[in-house]
Each structure stands twice: as C-alpha cells, then as structure tokens.
C-alpha cells in the first residue's frame, strides 16, 4: 500500500533535517574549537566524571612533585652543611695530628685561635637555617638546633619531631636531618674536647680527641651520605610521579581529545544534507499541481 | 419525467457545491495544527418506483466524515505529554548546567582539589604565612561555592514552583474550554445526521495541549460528551462537570501539593509522569532535590570531619578568648542529647579533650594541660563550663545564646587538643568552617581576621609546647579528602568521590533527559506521519477533488441544459 503523504508533512521533514543538520554541524564545530569531545557534564555524564578523576589525580601528582621537590632542596641544603661540617673536622684532625707532633709545639697560641674559630664554625654550621628556618632542630624551626652553655658544652635545642612533607595523602616523608643524632653531638663533643686539650696543653688529651675526631668525622659523613641516598630515593620517587603524571596527561588526551578527522568528516556530511534539503525546499515551490492548473 | 432530471441535476448541483465547500475547507485548513481533513459523504437519494422499474432520484450530501484513527491520535497525545515532560526537565537541567562547571571552568570536584591541594602546600610548609593565607582563601572558595550552589539550586525549585502555578492556570483555562466544547458538540450531534466535526477538532487539539500540561486519560461517548481525568483517575471534566487545578496544603518538601477544588484535601497523585507539569515537578523534588541532598551531605562532612581534626590543632596565633560556633539547647541536657540543637551533636562520645593553658610569658601552666573529661549521655554544657573553669588562667561561661565562651586570664593564652570525644568539633569550638549544609557553611570568622588561628600542628601532650613546623593536623586535614567516611547518615564515601558522584548525576540525568528528548521527537515524527498519512490535508488531492466535483458540476449543468433544449422542444410542438 503506498503510504499517504500530507502536503504539510513534506514541509515538517524537510524542515527537521534542515535543524538536524544544522545542529549537528554546530556541534562538531564546538568540538574542533574546544578540541575536545565535550566540555560539560550534560554532553558526556560518565565521560565527565571520568575526566574530573583523572584531573584529581593529576593534582595528587603534582602536589607530589612539588613536596618532593621541597623535600630534596631542605636535604640538599642539610648536606651541604653537614659536608661543610665534616670539612671543620677533618680542619681540626689536621690540626690535632700536627699538635700532637712535638715539632709543632710552638704553634699552641694559633692552634688554640683556630679550633676556636672552628669550634664557632661548626655551630653557626649546626644552626643552619633555610628561609629562616632551622634545618637541625626538628620541627622547632623557629629557634637555633644547638645552644652554647658558658662552660662550652653544646646541646640539642630543637625537638624529637622530624619536619615532614606530604606526597600525598597516604605518605609523608621526612625531609630533615635532626640534630639529635649522634653525629652532632659526637663532633661537638671532640671539637670541645681537642679545643680543651689543646688549651691545657695536654698532649695525651690531644691523642685522645685525636681519635673522638676521627669518629666524628666519619659519623658526620655517614649521615651525609644517608642524606644524599635519601635525596637519590626522592629521586627515584619523582621520576615515578613524573612518568605517572605524563601517562596521566596521555590518558586525559586519549579521553578528551576530539578526533579531528571524524568530526570533519561529520561536518562535511551535514553541508551535504543541508545542501540537499535547502534543494528540495526549493523545488517544492514549482512541484505542485497548482503549477499545472490553467 | 423531464422534470425529474431537471430535479435529479438540482441534487447534484447542490451536493457537488457542498463537496466544493469542503474541499475549500480542507485547503483553507492545510496548515491548521490538529486539523483532521474531511470527506463529502455522498449518498444516491432514495429511489422511486414507476411503472415497475425503479428510478433514482439524484444524490444528496448524506454527512461530513472526519477522516481520523483514534488509536494514533491517542498515541501522538501520550508522545506529546512525554515529550513536554522531558523537554521541561532538559530545559531546567540546562539552566543548571554552569553549576556544575566545565573542563575549562572549575567546578565542584576543582574546588575541592585546590582547598585540599592547599592544606598538601600548608602541611609542607606550615610555618609560612603565605600558605596559611591560600588555605585562608581556598577555604573561602569552597564555601563560597557550595553556598552559591545551593543558593542557585533553590532559586530552580522556586522558579520550578512558580511555573507549576503558571502551568496549571494554563491547564484550569483549557479545562474551561474544553468543557464549554463538549456541551457544544453534544448539542450539535443531538441532530440527526450533523457532525460537529470542527468542534471535535478543536476539542481534541485542546485536549492534546491538555495532555502536554499534565498527564490525562480520556473517555469518549458517541454522543460526543468526553471524560478527562488525571492519569490517577481525579476528575477534571464531564460535560459541564469541572473540577479546576491548585494548591493545597505543604507536602513534606515544603512545596504545596497540586490538588483540585473539588477535593482540595486530596493531592492528585501521578502527576510527575508526564507534561510539562510532570516535568517541572520531575525537576524540581526528583532532580534538584536529590542535588541538593547530595550537596549538603558534602557539605556536612566535609565540615565535620575538617573540623574534628582542626579543632584538636593548634595554629601560630596563640588563643586568647573563642566562642563556640553551636549554642546549646538546654545546658542542662546532656551534650549529645538529640533535643541539642547542633547538628553533630548525636557525633559526641565518651572521652575527653585537653586544655593547655600559658601564663604571659608563654609557659604551660601546668606542662600537659588539663584533660576535660566527657561522658555521652551524662555530660551536660554546665557540667563543661564548671570543669573548664577548674582549668587554671581559664575562664569559661556560656552566653546568652547559649554558646561557650573561652577566655584566657591574667594576659595568657590557651590551646586545645587530643578531642576524642568530638566535643569540641560538634560544638564548632576552634573550628576551621562553621555551619551544617551548603546552604550554611563559612569559614570561620576569627580564621578570616587572622589566618595564624588555622591549625597546622598539635599541642604535645606532655610538654604543651608549639612546634612551628609540627604539620599533624594539616596531615590529617589532607587525608579527609580521600578518607572514605559519613558523619550525616548518608552512604560512606570519600569527598572527592561525593563530587564526582554530584556532577556524574547530574550528567547522568542530563543524558538521559536528552535521550528521551531525541526518542520522543523520533516518536513524535513517526506518530505524526502517521496521523498525517490518515488526516492531513494534501493540496494536491484536494485539488483533483476539485475538479471531480466542477466536473460532476458543469455535467449537471449540461442536464439542465439539455432538458431545457428538450423542453423548449416540447413547448415548440405546442405551438
């Protein structure tokens, strides 16, 4: 049976393909400016959803590599001051090897001046601060690591508390080097001990701290370089965070990204129609029996 | 027998002009929406019988048919008012759309991650102001928009609300009309052999906008009188019988309920199913209303569970004098009784929180602080205020609006901690927000005069003392936003879940508005088509009806003619 067609309805389809096309080509020309293949959530409910996620996660990694970040310049500092440290020690063994040697005995008064004056060094050293923060005191930044009593000793100022970052919310790094370790404490102690030794003009005391200086400065290498084998492990972990955040940046453009080709293509399927249909409205006008009618 | 063709050509004169008549009517009609097209019923006039044989005695308009399918016109009703249903839910929706932002605007879920982002800054750097300050600020943010959100959702359900009552002042007009037609049209049938085809068109068109307002059922009599009733079955016309649309008392959302004046007690159910009415009511208690549960349920626990940990911390200010954000009901009831007015105050348990108090100088008097104790369901506000005013160089009371004023003495200062009971957070005591919902939340108004009150470390218990780089509190802040938790009831999640969950409805149900649109407008084109095939008007075959009957015509006029001739013929031979 073929099927009736009203006069108006040719009209109507003629006129929602016009629309249809119109939208359509609208809609792939939003796409290629924005580049992407939506913008809002009404265009793409779970897409959407998907997309803020991996925005979320994104943000995680860059916090990441920004606490790691500061996390590797607080311990890159911290061993630039402990290296400078070992530097007073290994200053002051010179010194107690040439004053333990009797042809060096003449030299007490400059000797006895320099470990001073090392002695000063090694505590302004211990009392670094890093934008006006104390790098050996723990998490009492505001205050110096170590303190100076009047008989010379010098104790730990600062707290038991490790000054910590956060990579994300599940992991926290400590990116201090506390001042409570027995290294500090240890070069102190032998730098007090030479100093006092050299003072009385103790030859065996000398011989002594000879020795405690030695420790020392192998201790305080040895925390140098776990230093500079944790700054290589935040290494490590930023490179990892750096991968993940250029996988996530290639997802979230694999997600997001309009396929340009496609969309041309649409677009030049829609002019077509829309080409077609104007047509056909045109020829409607002479394509009625009126026109034949005398 | 000259005559009886002379009259048999009459007949045919007379109904091929009617025939003309309604041909004129169709093509006068080719664009009238809801016009269904009409047939001259001719009929052969009875015969007559003479001498044995029978003669016809010409033709006669017996009738004008509506050529119409009633299933299809009942289809292409019940396509239109689900067609208006879902293009009123997907206009709303659209006008929500910036809500909920876009890839290049932040929304919600970017919100969050920057407030957050800005306690991971806080935690790495807590000494620095700068970043007290963006917490400061992106804490701000955050309320701010979880208010305008809510803010902007409820100006929709208003907005929803008064459309409702433009709509049904719209559908109480039709209700009139049609009713006023179906007297007509009974009256007009009550003759024998008369359709009041045009009347039933306009009735039916009516109808059919009826239908796109509200959902509706619809009887027929042959008589030509109609029932129309709500798809619950409320009547809304019979004949002169009307039953006219509006507000009753408040449902349990706040809105009024739709009802009619004929049982204004009773709200007419079902219809959120379909018509623009449906749609708006869809849109506002269904979709809007489920955003804005969603969004307060964000809100409230991001509001506990940020303060539960602030309000244990310690910032760079030290305290001097706070007031609780949450006045208590009755000081004499227990703290977490639920006659207490504060929103948390069902989240108090037993346990207790410390108070570390500094004399002038700054030192802890005593070292390690005083521990309040709590005891949930026999702690009341008075028995607080009488243990925080045993604390030394502390002074406590409650104000006349019934809220907890902390003050330190002799020049010296205080510090909270270690809350186990969340006391301190349900009573929004050294809070970093205040507030219950979106609509209610804000930052607290002593963090935004100094942001050295936000916490960032805690108190050591035992020795009171205040690190400036101690970060535990910004710690656990930052581990609120992935912590998967539920303070209001709501099914357990994590903030940033919740967000997503918010804007994935709301795409979700956009989504699906706009598939129904696309569905319905391709049921829509089809039914239509349908209804066209049958009731349309074709200008074409109108126009060759035309000339049938001008032919028919002009053939009956030749009759006449003819038997004239024959009759001047006869009366020749007369003469």
Known sequence: ?294 | MIFDSLHIAATSLRAQQKSMDVVSNNIANANTPGYTRQRAELAEVGTQKLGGVNFGRGVDLAGIGRIADPLIDRALANNQSQSSFWDTLATGLGSIENLFGSLNSPGLSASLDAFFGSWQQLANNPQDMAQRLNVRSKGSDIATQLASMSQQLIDLQKSSDAQIDQKLGEANTIIDRVAKLSISIRHAQSTPNRQANDLLDQRDELVRQLGQTIPIQRIDSPDGSMLLQSSSGSLLVQDDLVAHLQRGAALGNGFAAIVTDRAPNDPVQGLENGGSVGGLLALRDARIGDYRTQLDSLAANLVFAVNREHAQGSGSSPLKALAAGQPVANPALAINSPLQNAPFASKVVSGGFTVHTYDAAGAATPPGGTQIAITAGSSSMNSIVAALNGVPGLAASLDAQGKLNLAASGGGSFALGADSSNFLAAYEINTFFHGRSAASITLDAGIAQDAGRIATGTVDPFTSQRAVGDNRTALAILAVQNSKLSFDGSATNSLHDRSLNLSGSYGTDMANARQQQLYRSAEASSLTSQRDAISGVNVDEELVAMIKFQRAYEAASKIIATNNTMLDSLLGLIK
């Open chain 1, 1 to 294: 049976m073929v099927m009736r067609v009203a006069s108006g309805q040719i009209y109507d389809n003629l006129l929602a393909g016009v629309r249809q096309q119109t939208t359509t080509s609208a809609e792939s020309n939003a796409r290629l400016s924005s580049g992407t293949r939506f913008q809002r959530p009404a265009e793409a409910g779970v897409d959407y959803r998907v997309s803020l996620d991996l925005r979320h996660f994104r943000n995680v990694v860059d916090g990441g590599l920004s606490a790691v970040q500061t996390a590797q310049t607080r311990l890159s500092i911290s061993a630039g001051a402990l290296a400078s440290m070992a530097d007073i020690l290994g200053r002051a063994q010179t010194l107690a090897v040439q004053q333990t040697s009797a042809n060096n005995s003449g030299q007490r008064a400059g000797a006895i001046a320099e470990m001073k004056q090392l002695g000063d060094q090694l505590l302004a050293l211990a009392n670094s601060r890093w934008q006006g923060q104390s790098l050996f005191g723990g998490t009492a930044l505001d205050r110096d690591a170590f303190v100076r009593d009047a008989a010379g000793n010098v104790a730990y100022n600062g707290n038991t508390q490790d000054v910590t970052v956060a990579v994300d919310a599940n992991t926290v790094l400590p990116t201090n080097v506390r001042g409570d370790a027995a290294a500090f404490g240890a070069a102190f102690a032998a730098v007090k001990s030479f100093s006092d030794a050299l003072a009385a003009n103790n030859l065996a005391g000398m011989q002594t701290a000879l020795g405690a200086l030695n420790s020392a400065g192998n201790a305080l290498i040895d925390l140098n370089a776990e230093t500079g084998a944790r700054h290589s492990s935040l290494d490590l972990r930023k490179t990892a965070l750096s991968e993940m955040k250029t996988t996530l940046e290639q997802r979230q453009n694999d997600h997001e990204g309009v396929d340009a080709a496609a969309e041309m293509i649409r677009i030049q399927q829609a002019d077509v129609a829309l080409k077609a249909a104007y047509s056909q409205i045109s020829a409607l006008r002479s394509m009625s029996l009126v026109n034949f009618l005398g």
